[in-house]
């Protein structure tokens, strides 16, 4: 019988680029935050160029609005409500199986442990709000890697490089919009004022022009040699502004970083326990930790959500017991007909910012109270603060070495 020859991905093609390292593709590790349009379009370009391990991060379902710009997309996925970033991970391994993709259904920040993050080589973002934008700015400085930032409307769109030590997109952001992002971040839980935001006009032109950018951008970043000899030129410090109204492209200066900018926390001392996972009970967290650290006082902060144990009623002193992050908190309210009648500002929450021995629910699970899969945590003792990875979770994403 006449042997079949296997051909590796992009062998013969991509070679005959000068640049293109194949060991270093294949072996990449990148994050690609939002699966709308723009996200179709970097996930699609990133399988094709055979990057090995692509995470998609996304916490919404496709709606028929969607299938206008998104490639991946189709009706039947509208018709059944499916998650954005489970069915683009699906079609990515339809599109090259010789990648690894995973994906999560959630919040960039509430939903995807920070060790993850310091498992990645770059994350690209493709979102639609200034806030998320921050909180992945935050995320990426906190894990010490560069992310790639593109944003799209009508025929316009721009994209910017961010990396720690560089530039920094909460430093570029005027006054006036930091006021409204958090006030935003002020507006968590039961405070949440439900807002109606318009939809924002795209075509599938501006998502594939950005789209494109964003991609090429991630690659050179990927070739890190090629980007110190001079090969590349990246858009670090820069702004990349595409206007196809009349076809005008800029790239301007666009650099920004202010030593004193709350983003730039750099969490490179970080603790791992084999043995802690999110999953671990809160008793034997403490036990685990104090066992490694050689500490005897420890107390957790609960730097992205909160944990909401009660909801009372000023109106009529009723009582509800959640038992949930912060984050889960308007769905909560929402599906409760007695307090989704309620008004919002009748109503008040207790919340732990912080928890130690005395936190009354130590047989919850760190992931039962918000902690998302292999985060990292920050631990405060009596010998100073410290940075402690829930290592038991590195099994639950898989990064593939060929």
């Known amino acids: 019988m006449e042997e079949i020859e296997i051909k590796e991905w992009g062998k013969e093609v991509f070679d005959l680029l000068s640049w293109y390292k194949m060991d270093v593709v294949k072996n990449a590790k990148v994050m690609v935050v939002g699966a709308g349009a723009l996200g179709n379009e970097v996930l699609k370009n990133l399988a094709l160029f055979g990057v090995g391990n692509i995470y998609i991060v996304d916490f919404d379902t496709i709606e028929y609005t969607n299938l206008t710009r998104s490639v991946l997309f189709r009706e039947e ?18 599109i090259n199986p010789n990648i690894n993709v995973q994906y999560i259904c959630g919040k960039l920040n509430t939903d995807v442990g920070l060790g993850l993050y310091r498992k990645m080589d770059v994350v690209v973002g493709c979102l639609d709000s200034r806030l998320a934008r921050l909180q992945l700015n935050r995320l990426c400085m906190r894990a010490d890697i560069p992310w790639v930032e593109g944003g799209m409307e009508n025929l316009t769109g721009n994209v910017r490089v961010f990396k720690p030590g560089e530039n920094c997109y909460e430093c570029g952001l005027t006054e006036n919009a930091k006021q409204n992002i958090f006030q935003q971040l002020s507006c968590a839980g039961v405070a949440h004022r439900n807002e109606n935001v318009g939809r924002i006009p795209t075509t599938p032109v501006i998502a594939s022009i950005i789209g494109a950018v964003e991609t090429q951008e991630a690659m050179k970043l990927l070739h890190k040699e090629e980007v110190q000899s001079g090969v590349f030129s990246t858009l670090m410090g820069k702004w990349f502004h595409y206007e196809g109204m009349h076809n005008h492209i800029s790239v301007y200066d666009s650099q920004a970083y202010f030593e ?12 791992k326990i084999a043995a802690l996972s999110a999953d671990t009970r809160i008793n034997d967290v403490f036990t685990l ?14 730097r992205n959500d909160k944990f909401v144990d009660i909801i009372v009623s000023k109106n009529d002193n009723q009582r509800f017991t959640p038992m949930l992050p912060e984050s889960k908190i308007s769905d909560y309210i929402d599906s409760n007909y007695d307090l989704y009648t309620r008004s919002r500002s009748d ?20 992931h039962e109270i918000g902690i998302p899969y292999y985060d990292v945590i920050e631990v405060t003792t009596e010998n100073g603060v410290f940075h402690v990875e829930l290592t038991a979770d590195e099994a639950r994403f898989p990064i593939i070495v060929k």
């Open 77 to 94: 996925d509208a018709d059944k409500g499916y998650f954005k970033s489970e069915v683009a991970a699906r079609k990515l391994r339809e």
């Open 260 to 271: 004193d900018c709350p983003s730039h926390e750099c969490w490179n001392d970080v603790v």
């Open 289 to 302: 930790i104090q066992e490694t650290l050689g500490v005897k006082e420890v107390e957790i902060n609960l």
């Open 347 to 366: 109503l008040n929450q207790n919340a732990y910012e912080n928890i130690n021995e005395e936190f009354p629910y130590q047989r919850l699970t760190l």
